[in-house]
């Protein structure tokens, strides 16, 4: 038996069985929405999820996975997880339920060491997604942290400009610096 073929052949219930599964970190009437809806305009978030996970189970069950590929697909569903109110564990958790779903779709054939050796290749990927998973998250999340920072500093900057306790000057440290950068590299 050729275990990538056989997954392949099952390929749109295990994908449909892994998009419930990442589905299922959404309310209840969230999760039915992302699910009924067809409409990739109504359904911006369902249709995401669907499209990148079914790329990705393309390159689960590959031999050597494509790693731009699989940021490719990986980027827009963390990308949404990562500024939706979850945990980054509950957001990045949906990945190993493919490793689950695939072992035991194979779990039903008979085992010999050629089904081994691709499961465990297959758990490796699923690893790796992980790892890529965790750095999106981590990327995204310090992007919206920098986000809010800036903007509770331009908030205050107008509170001060306002209440009259600050002038709205330009900011000279940046421009020295500049200047320095410039002398220092040999530009002046």
């Known amino acids: 038996m050729d275990p990538k073929a056989f997954l392949i052949e099952r390929q749109p219930k295990l994908v449909e069985k892994w998009i419930a599964a990442a ?21 911006p978030v369902g249709n995401t999820i669907k499209r990148s996970l079914l790329l990705l189970f393309a390159e689960v069950v590959k031999e050597t996975m494509d790693p731009v590929k699989v940021n490719e697909a990986m980027d827009p569903i963390i990308r949404l997880r990562a500024v939706q109110e979850m945990s ?54 310090a992007t919206v942290y920098s986000l809010r920072i800036n903007q509770a500093k331009e908030s205050v900057k107008k509170l001060l400009i306002k209440k009259e306790l600050m002038s709205d000057i330009p900011d000279i440290n940046t421009d020295l610096q500049t200047l320095i950068n410039a002398r220092c590299t040999g530009i002046l």
């Open 23 to 43: 589905i299922s970190a959404y309310p209840a009437d969230s999760a039915s929405f992302f699910i009924d809806t067809k409409d990739p305009f109504a359904n």
């Open 88 to 141: 980054p564990s509950k957001a990045v958790s949906f990945i190993f339920a493919i490793k689950h779903l695939i072992r035991k779709e194979l779990d039903r054939q008979p085992q010999d060491k050629k089904v081994e050796w691709f499961l465990s290749a297959v758990e490796s990927n699923v690893d790796e997604l992980m790892l890529a998973a965790i750095d999106i998250y981590v990327e995204c999340r």
